[in-house]
Nanobody, 128 residues
């Protein structure tokens, strides 16, 4: 069973950048598909970006495509979300999630129901 811990959130001005990190415990991290989700106050949790176990497949929400980049370092058991050109509407609590359901497949699920492991979240606030 994996445990996930996010870091790197904070307050940034519009147009700025942040890099979120998600450190995972467990020896099987390299076989997990990983994703980032976010939830703004009063809104549902939404998919932001995901990466397959091998890193060979990535997916992004339309709202962040071209601005955010997801990557992973399996040697460090860490997944990253580089966020550039941030906008006030990116303000949310960002969650890291992992799934072991698609081992060996280059699948990036967008539905949060497909993820079994979740971090506590890290707050990102973008001021205008």
């Amino acid at each position: 069973q994996a445990q996930l811990e996010e870091s790197g959130g904070g307050l940034v001005q519009a147009g700025g950048s942040l890099r979120l990190s998600c450190a995972a415990s467990g020896r099987t991290f390299s076989s997990y598909g990983m994703g980032w989700f976010r939830q703004a106050p009063g809104k549902e949790r939404n998919f932001v970006a995901g990466i397959s176990w091998s890193g060979g497949n990535t997916a992004y929400a339309d709202s962040v495509k071209g601005r955010f980049t997801i990557s992973r370092d399996n040697a460090k058991n860490t997944v990253y979300l580089q966020m550039n050109s941030l906008k006030p509407e990116d303000t949310a609590l960002y969650y890291c999630a992992g799934t072991s359901r698609f081992r060996g497949q280059n699948v990036v699920p967008r539905n949060d129901q497909n993820y079994d492991y979740w971090g506590q979240g890290t707050q990102v606030t973008v001021s205008s």
